[in-house]
């Protein structure tokens, strides 16, 4: 097997699982496959807060695929994104760079004019290394932040043609939906008034679609990946298919047998009620919120009807996610292809009176991650070691062989796919812009604000999980502070694992 190179630890797969010297009281490490000559498939499901799948420990959600996926892979308990919100987080984790050197960390920033000259995102690399690529919906942020990027894809179904491309037309196509609502395009000027006013009635709502599964965007991104993978069956090509899913980005609405799984009255309030006096972020409470309750906090009904309508898009997305995973067993292809199923960033769900992602708290940094390689050792563990989707180019990579550039930023966690209980890195990083960042170990949480309500805070997760004691000024944790802020000034290399430091 081709192994990846690179400049912070990207050692070959033997000495990482163990073959040669491991670190001291580590236990023996199993043997990976072979997994150069495996596919890739990516799942990416927008805004999706890692509270909610059953197999996480929601006991309300259903999610049935994802369940009985996660019995078959390593699913990742701590996995943290790099920024708060889609842009800077897709770009990031489709590079291998953090937000401050991909100089992109805010939905506004065109991607393809900040990357660093010479930045080649995963699927450049994977179609260099003679990938069939393929791509079902959202992948980077908007087609026009990343033209260059996307001529890498041999097909692009369900999304907008970057100019120059000229593959083939869709391999499905589908009758026009009858939908209950008036036709409401967007206007043009994102800046105007009048996209303010459309934003607001196409996002802040909640609850039955008006459409059939087979008339959603979702499900018929769903259709569209069972189809490719009978023609990669058939062509034998190794390939590397990315599929969306849009749910449960809002309007939080799905089909209404998916909405009537869910009993509001039966949801329990979200922890950490809003209180202006401590909030972080005090206008979410006193103002609203960016994508759903945008001028107001909802009622207490209102409140549990929004999350009973986000499970229900959950279940959705689970559905579909279903069809893809039985279509890949059913071509015989789910024994040679790793699988990430996967969110781009978190959303809370009414803690703190947030209703969004864009903040650095726990419910925005932290989403579902799960890994898929057929034969590997640690399938059916939960990992609970922080890692980071940064990491996401480098473990490609190091599966299949990739060539990676010498300047990533993140680290390659296929060590976790053989053994899960692995010690590994010692804290994940995020920001907001330039000056708010955030550093998380396994126990506290520190934030620097360099605009805000305060300057910083710090928060003990192991008592208080839901960060609402800002301990930051508290002189019981005055070394703990010093320790955390030191952390966070020293970065990303400092928190590698001992056995991976440069």
């Not at 932040?145 to 999304?159: G, V």
Request: hydrophobic letters at 35%; a neutral charge.
């Amino acid at each position: 097997m081709r192994t990846a190179q690179g400049k912070y630890g990207l050692m070959t797969l033997a000495v990482w699982l163990g073959l040669a010297a491991a670190p001291a009281g580590a236990p023996a490490a199993a043997r990976m496959p072979e997994t150069g000559q495996m596919n890739v498939m990516f799942i990416i499901v927008e805004d999706w807060s890692a509270t909610t799948p059953g197999c996480y420990g929601n006991p309300i959600c259903q999610t049935p695929n994802l369940d009985r996926f996660a019995t078959t892979a390593v699913r990742f308990d701590s996995a943290y994104v790099q920024a708060v919100c889609c842009n800077p987080s897709r770009s990031s984790f489709l590079t291998g760079l953090r937000p401050l050197t991909s100089r992109v960390w805010n939905n506004s920033q065109e991607m393809d004019e900040r990357l660093p000259p010479g930045t080649i995102t995963l699927p450049e690399l994977l179609k260099k290394r003679g990938f069939h690529t393929a791509v079902i919906g959202k992948f980077f942020h908007t087609v026009e932040y990343a033209e260059k990027q996307l001529l890498a894809f041999d097909r692009i179904e369900s999304y907008g043609k970057p100019p120059g491309w000229t593959g083939p037309e869709p391999i499905l196509t589908f009758p026009p939906v009858q939908r209950a609502q008036k036709r409401d395009p967007a206007p043009k000027d994102k800046n105007s008034k009048e996209y303010r006013e459309w934003r607001a009635r196409n996002s802040d709502r909640y609850g039955d679609s008006g459409l059939e599964p087979e008339e959603e965007g979702d499900y018929r991104n769903a259709q569209i990946a069972c189809a490719l993978l009978k023609e990669f069956a058939r062509t034998k090509q190794q390939f590397f298919l990315s599929v969306h899913q849009s749910r449960p980005h809002t309007p939080l609405t799905a089909p209404k047998k998916y909405v009537d799984m869910y009993d509001p009255a039966k949801i329990p309030a979200p922890p950490a009620p809003p209180n202006v006096g401590t909030s972080l972020y005090p206008r979410r409470v006193t103002v609203g919120n960016p994508d759903i309750f945008m001028s107001r906090q909802p009622t207490p009904r209102e409140v549990k009807e929004a999350i009973a309508a986000y499970y229900a898009c959950v279940s959705f997305v689970d559905s579909n996610i279903g069809m893809v995973l039985d279509e890949l067993e059913r071509q015989g292809l789910a024994r040679n292809t790793i699988v990430f199923i996967m969110g781009d960033h978190g959303f809370h769900l009414g803690d703190h009176g947030f209703w969004s992602k864009y903040s650095m708290l726990e419910n925005t940094r932290r989403a579902p991650l799960w890994v898929r390689v057929p034969g590997a050792p640690g399938n059916g563990r939960v990992c609970r070691e922080l890692v980071e989707f940064v990491d996401l180019v480098p473990t490609v990579g190091e599966l299949v062989g990739l060539e990676l550039p010498a300047n990533l930023e993140g680290l390659s966690f296929t060590p976790l796919l053989a053994n899960p209980g692995r010690p590994w890195k010692k804290a994940v990083f995020l920001v907001e812009n330039e000056t708010n960042q955030v550093v998380r170990t396994r126990r506290f949480s520190y934030m620097e604000f360099g605009k805000g309500p305060v300057p910083a805070a710090l928060f003990d997760l192991e008592n208080d999980p839901w960060e609402t004691v800002n301990l930051v000024d508290d002189p019981a944790h005055t070394q703990t502070r010093q320790e955390m802020a030191h952390l966070l000034k020293a970065g990303w290399k400092a928190a590698l694992p001992d056995h991976a430091t440069p």
